[in-house]
């Protein structure tokens, strides 16, 4: 595992940092009905400067962000018995990210690589600005193997937590090298091609990832129905465990999984994270 003192974080964020301590605020307190005024303040921004980048990074208002942020939306797709898995997914792991647009070229590592727990892996690694606060991204040759979230100060857990994932892998911090992705996830680049991505699990943890994709954006489901879907509502703790442990944030949207009673449950990157997750993709669907 490498020195943490030789991690490096960049600061430069593009205006992310600003809109990403805007909108977190906005979700932390959405039971105080936040302002948009106040979502300026928190930015440092006029209200005008504020409402212009926030929709500019986020795609929409700061006000159809603000309207999304309670649960009902969520409770009433519950009841609506939304199915989460069907025929458009097959074998091949492959399945369309909602935050861009982008589609996703999902493979598997093979049983073999799994067991040497990443013998002979080189991975490098870099943070980044996003709207959900620093991101690391981490990557092999063959694709993006991890983004997770962290706030200021989180830089070594959180590089312990990926380092962990693969302990016999060597990382290299490579800013230039994880720009390539992050500008496709978190930017505006236009390139349509696959994003590829290398996934890391037991075959069961593959299959929960795999039915996570399925669920559309600005819908949920309920933990229990998740695992009906792959055997049985009693590998609701199983699946729930699984979830915890998908390496890609956002792209694998393990956030669109809540409690059956419409409360969000856990979230390994925070409740208030995927509230403004949920509230954000609710906003672009309508």
């Known amino acids: 595992m490498a020195n943490v003192a030789d991690i490096e974080i960049s600061n430069s964020d593009s205006g992310y940092e600003r809109i990403s301590r805007a909108l977190l605020f906005l979700a932390a307190n959405f039971r105080r009905q ?79 690589a799994y067991a040497k727990r990443g013998a002979g892996l080189t991975i490098a690694y870099g943070w980044h600005g996003s709207l959900f606060g620093r991101a690391l991204l981490a990557m092999t040759e063959h694709g993006l193997c991890g983004l997770s979230f962290s706030a200021d100060g989180e830089a070594e857990p959180q590089y312990r937590d990926m380092a962990e994932r693969w302990p016999e892998a060597r990382f ?45 954006p600005g819908s949920v489901t309920a933990y229990g129905a998740l695992a009906e879907t792959l055997c049985s509502r009693r590998a609701a703790r199983a699946t729930a465990s699984a979830i915890a442990r998908n390496p890609i944030a956002v792209l694998i949207p393990c956030h669109r999984v809540i409690t059956a009673t419409g409360a969000l449950g856990g979230y390994r990157w925070g409740e208030v994270r995927k509230r403004a997750l949920l509230a954000l993709e609710a906003s672009r669907v309508g």
């Open 34 to 112: 936040p302002t948009l005024e106040q979502g300026a303040e928190i930015a440092g921004l006029s209200l005008w400067h504020f409402q212009r980048e926030f929709t500019r990074l986020a795609g929409v208002s700061p006000k159809a962000f603000i309207a999304h942020l309670t649960l009902e939306r969520a409770k009433h797709a519950l009841a609506q018995g939304y199915p989460v898995l069907d025929a458009s997914l097959e074998v091949g792991l492959s399945g369309p990210s909602r935050l861009h647009d982008l589609t996703l070229k999902i493979e598997a590592m093979t049983p073999g």
């Open 172 to 216: 290299v911090p490579d800013q230039k090298a994880t720009d390539v992705y992050a500008s496709r996830i978190f930017g505006v680049a236009t390139d349509a091609s696959p994003l590829p991505v290398r996934l890391l699990g037991t075959p069961w943890q593959i299959n929960v990832w795999k039915a996570l994709l399925a669920i559309p």
